[in-house]
C-alpha cells in the first residue's frame, strides 16, 4: 500500500491536504484535512446581533456576501421579522449575481486547467480555432486574427520561463486530452474571463455599495430606490446600468461558458462513471418569492430538501430547528464538547472548542482512527450528504422543474450520456455550469418585479419596526439558511437581552470535506475519490479533477486570526503537491 498526499491542495480558498492509500493505482481510502483551525463563532458572543452579519461576512471573500445574508436571515428568523418585497429581490439579484461570478471564475481560473492543458495550446492552428469557435456560439472573438494574438500572449509567458499562474502544472501528462485548437479556445476565454468578471461585479457595487463584501442591513437592503434620475446608485439610469450587467452576465453564459464545458466534457466522458461520492444530496433553498419571504420554502426558486442513495422519486423534507436532523459530529476532529464526543451537538448548542491532539509536525501523516482535521463533520439524520450545484440541479429536476429537466436532458443527450452520469465528477461539473443558466436567465425576473414595483409607487426597502432592541423578545434563536455557490449554508444565533448568547455556522465544505464521523462514515471529498486511478502518483490530477468539482472553499469552513498579526502556519508540500 503506497500513500499520495496533496498538501496545500491549491486553487482553491482556504487550506486543505488529501491524503489517500492506493493499491495497484486504484485510490483504496482518502482522509480529508482541513489544515487551520476554525473560531469566528466565538467571536460572535456577547454581540449585537445586528452587527453578526459584518463580522461572518469576513469569513471568506470568494463568496464574498454569502454569510452576510446567512447572518441577517439568522436574525430575522429570531425576531420573527419581515422585510419588504422589494428588499428581497434586491437580495435574490445580489445572490443570483455571486452565482453566476463565482461559478464562472471557477470554471475558468480554478478548474479548466485540470482538463485543459495550457502549453498544448502553442501548437493550435489559429484559423482552426476560430472555426471551432464559430461551430459553438455566436461568440463574436471568433476570428483567426485574434486567436493568433492570444496564442503569441501565451507564448510570451511560456517563452519567458515566468509562466506565473501557470507554473507547476502537470502539462503534457498523459491525461489530458483535449485537441490543441480547443486548449486555445478554453485559454482564450480564460482571458476573456478575467475582463468579464469585473463588469459582473459591479451589480454588487450598485445593490450593497462594494464589492467584495457589500453592505447588508438587518430588517432589508440597504441601498435607496429612486424613480427619477440622477440621485441615488438605483435610480433609473442606475438600473439601466444593472439591466446591461445582467444582460451581458447572460450572454457570456450562453454564448462561452456552457459551449466550453460540454465542448470539454466530450474528451472526458468517462468521468461520468467517476467521484460519485456519497449517493445523498441536500439543498436548504435559495431565492424566495418576493411576496412569501425567505420562510416561505414553498415559493422557493431551488427547492429545499433531501434525497437518499440517488433517488430522485423521493424528496425527503429538512427542517433546520429539528435537533435529530442536522448535527456536527467532531469525533474525528480537533474540538472537544464539554459533554464528550460521543453525541454530536445541533448548532443551537453547538460549540467551538478548539483541541488539537496531533500529528507533530501538522505534516505528518494522519491517523484515520484518530482526530485529524479542523473541520466538524456534519449529518443529516445522521447521513453524510453533498452539497452544491449537483445537489440543486438534482433538486430541481426531482421535483419537476421543467426549466432543469429540459436542459439537463438536452445536455446528456448531447454528450450521450445516461442521467446517471449525474451522479459523477464529470456531472457536477456539468451541473454547476447548468444552473448558472438557470439563475442567470431568472435574475431579469426578479429585476422585472423590481422595475413594476417601483413604476407602482412602491420604493420600500427596509422595515424598521423590529429594527431596535426594546422590541424584542427576551430570548430568541433562529436560523438563517441561504444556498451558497458552494452549497447549503446556515447560520444559527441565539440571542439573550439584546445580544449573542450562540452562534454556530455549518457550511457547504465542511458538509462535503469534512472527515469521518463516530460511526466511521466517510465524508463526500473522501468517498468520491474511492476507486479513482492514478496514471502517476507523483503528479496524482485524477484527485485534483473530483476535489476540485465540489470547489472547495475551506476559508469558509477553517479559519484563525492572530490579534497581533504573526504568522501561525508554516505549509510543507509532500510529493504530489501541485500547483
Not at 231 to 251: F, H, K, V, Y
Not at 326 to 345: F, K, M, P, T
Not at 382 to 401: D, Q
Not at 471 to 492: C, D, F, I, K, Q
Request: charged share 15%.
Amino acid at each position: 500500500m503506497n500513500t499520495v498526499v496533496v498538501d496545500p491542495v491549491t486553487r482553491i480558498e482556504g487550506h486543505l491536504r488529501i491524503e489517500a492509500q492506493t493499491e495497484n493505482g486504484i485510490i483504496t481510502a482518502a482522509s480529508s484535512t482541513g489544515t487551520m483551525v476554525r473560531g469566528i463563532e466565538n467571536m460572535m458572543i456577547g454581540r449585537d446581533p445586528r452587527d453578526a452579519w459584518a463580522i461572518a461576512q469576513r469569513i471568506c471573500g470568494v463568496c464574498t456576501l454569502v454569510h452576510g445574508i446567512a447572518s441577517v436571515r439568522a436574525v430575522e428568523s429570531a425576531l420573527d421579522y419581515p422585510i419588504p418585497p422589494n428588499a428581497e429581490l434586491i437580495r435574490n439579484l445580489m445572490i443570483g449575481a455571486q452565482f453566476v461570478h463565482d461559478h464562472v471564475m471557477h470554471f475558468y481560473h480554478l478548474h479548466a486547467l485540470d482538463w485543459v492543458d495550457v502549453v498544448s495550446a502553442l501548437d493550435a492552428d489559429p484559423a482552426a480555432t476560430a472555426d471551432l469557435q464559430q461551430g459553438l456560439s455566436a461568440w463574436p472573438n471568433n476570428s483567426s486574427a485574434y486567436f493568433a494574438d492570444v496564442q503569441q500572449r501565451l507564448a510570451g509567458f511560456v517563452g519567458s520561463g515566468q509562466l506565473g499562474i501557470f507554473a507547476n502544472g502537470y502539462w503534457g501528462h498523459p491525461e489530458y486530452r483535449l485537441p490543441p485548437e480547443l486548449n486555445l479556445l478554453a485559454f482564450a476565454h480564460y482571458l476573456e474571463a478575467l475582463q468579464w468578471q469585473r463588469e459582473a461585479a459591479r451589480l454588487h457595487a450598485l445593490l450593497g455599495g462594494k464589492n467584495p463584501h457589500p453592505n447588508f442591513v438587518v430588517g432589508g437592503a440597504p441601498c435607496v430606490l429612486d424613480g427619477n434620475a440622477g440621485r441615488t446608485a438605483m435610480d433609473r439610469n442606475g438600473r439601466r446600468l444593472m439591466a446591461q450587467i445582467i444582460t451581458g452576465m447572460q450572454t457570456f453564459v450562453d454564448q462561452v461558458y456552457v459551449p466550453d464545458t460540454l465542448a470539454i466534457a466530450r474528451y472526458y466522458k468517462d468521468w461520468s462513471a467517476r467521484g460519485e461520492g456519497v449517493g445523498n444530496f441536500m439543498a436548504y433553498g435559495e431565492f424566495p418569492d418576493a411576496l412569501g419571504g425567505a420562510d416561505d420554502t414553498a415559493g422557493l426558486f431551488i427547492p429545499r430538501g433531501a434525497i437518499l442513495n440517488r433517488d430522485l422519486s423521493s424528496v425527503l423534507p429538512v427542517d433546520l430547528d429539528d435537533p435529530e436532523q442536522v448535527s456536527e459530529d467532531v469525533s474525528h476532529a480537533w474540538y472537544d464538547y464539554s459533554a464528550g464526543n460521543a453525541q454530536g451537538l445541533h448548532p443551537y448548542d453547538g460549540e467551538t472548542r478548539p483541541n488539537y491532539t496531533g500529528p507533530t509536525p501538522p505534516y505528518a501523516h494522519i491517523d484515520p482512527q484518530q482526530a485529524y482535521s479542523w473541520l466538524k463533520s456534519p449529518r443529516w439524520q445522521g447521513l453524510p450528504m453533498e452539497v452544491g450545484p449537483l445537489a440543486r440541479v438534482v433538486m430541481l429536476y426531482a421535483t419537476g422543474h421543467q426549466d432543469t429537466r429540459d436542459l439537463v436532458d438536452a445536455s446528456l443527450a448531447d454528450l450521450e450520456l445516461p442521467l446517471s452520469a449525474l451522479f459523477s465528477t464529470l456531472g457536477r461539473v456539468a451541473a454547476r455550469t447548468l444552473e448558472t443558466k438557470l439563475i442567470a436567465d431568472r435574475m431579469s425576473d426578479w429585476q422585472a418585479q423590481l422595475e413594476a414595483n417601483i413604476s407602482a409607487g412602491d420604493l420600500a426597502t427596509h422595515n424598521a419596526d423590529l429594527f431596535y432592541p426594546q422590541s424584542w423578545p427576551a430570548s430568541a434563536r433562529g436560523a438563517g439558511y441561504m444556498e451558497a455557490p458552494r452549497g447549503a449554508l446556515a447560520h444559527w444565533v441565539v440571542i439573550g437581552d439584546g445580544r449573542i448568547a450562540n452562534y454556530q455556522c455549518v457550511v457547504p465544505s465542511t458538509w462535503n470535506a469534512g472527515p469521518r464521523d463516530a460511526a466511521g462514515q466517510e465524508g463526500p471529498y473522501e468517498a468520491a475519490l474511492r476507486g479513482h486511478p492514478l496514471h502517476d502518483p507523483a503528479q496524482p490530477i485524477e484527485i485534483l479533477r473530483t476535489i476540485h468539482s465540489f470547489d472547495p472553499c475551506l476559508a469558509c469552513a477553517v479559519h484563525v486570526a492572530d490579534p497581533d498579526g504573526g504568522g501561525m502556519i508554516q505549509i510543507a508540500t509532500t510529493t504530489g503537491a501541485a500547483l
